[in-house]
């Protein structure tokens, strides 16, 4: 399991990255990467990133930057080519083909997370209640180009985010899912406790996103 230390560091490092490259004209824009860490317990933290090949030295800097200040260090895995929809079909589940019931609960960051969430973030997924049920957090990077586009242009109109969060539980759908949905509830309102337990907009949050 991570420790506390190198978990903070590196989640720290992610968010800090993004908010340092969050305008449309920020060599990170040629990256789209995301976040992903379940139950320390049984994993660590995985961090996916796409870019072009012309943009090799840009994710190289990126990595550097993870890696600072994290003990052990991560770990990169050998880059995989190949086109963009077929690398995001595997991330596809087909109707009606998926085994588990999810709750899900989101928020647009527009700053990275203070030291208080992100050890937040270490102890509600050390928790026994998620270990081998696939819940976890999610967090897509949404700055970059995309903050190039009018707001009223899109459906989607948040342009002031350098991230998204997705907090998932997960379960079996043979169980009631009770543990799971009480840990998801309250680890949201532990994360958002400066702000009511909810995401309220302000410098450092977007609110939540609507689907």
């Not at 004209?25 to 090949?53: F, I, K, Q, W």
């Not at 085994?99 to 997924?125: E, N």
């Not at 970059?144 to 379960?171: F, H, Y």
Request: glycine fraction near 8%; aromatic fraction near 10%; include cysteine.
């Amino acid at each position: 399991m991570p420790t506390i230390s190198a978990f903070t560091a590196f989640v720290g490092n992610f968010l800090r990255y993004f908010s340092a490259h969050s305008t449309p004209d920020s060599p990170g824009c040629s990256m789209y990467s995301t976040l992903h860490a379940g139950s320390l317990h049984t994993g660590g933290v995985r961090v996916e990133t796409y870019y072009n090949a012309d943009a090799q030295h840009i994710y190289d800097e990126f990595v550097a930057d993870l890696s600072r200040g994290v003990w052990p260090p991560p770990v990169p895995a050998r880059p995989v080519e190949g086109p963009f929809l077929d690398a995001t079909l595997q991330y596809c589940t087909p109707r009606g083909a998926a085994t588990s019931a999810i709750k899900t609960k989101s928020a647009f960051m527009r700053a990275p997370f203070s030291d208080r969430q992100l050890r937040t973030l270490h102890r509600f997924l050390s928790d026994p209640v998620i270990v081998d049920g696939g819940s976890g957090i999610e967090l897509f990077t949404v700055g970059g180009q995309i903050n190039a586009v009018s707001p009223a242009q899109t459906a989607l109109a948040e342009r002031s985010s350098i991230a998204k969060l997705q907090m998932v539980a997960a379960w079996p759908r043979s169980h009631a899912g009770t543990d799971e949905l009480a840990w998801v509830r309250n680890f949201y309102r532990t994360l958002y406790a400066d702000t009511g337990g909810v995401p309220k907009p302000d410098d450092a949050n977007g609110g939540c996103y609507v689907n």
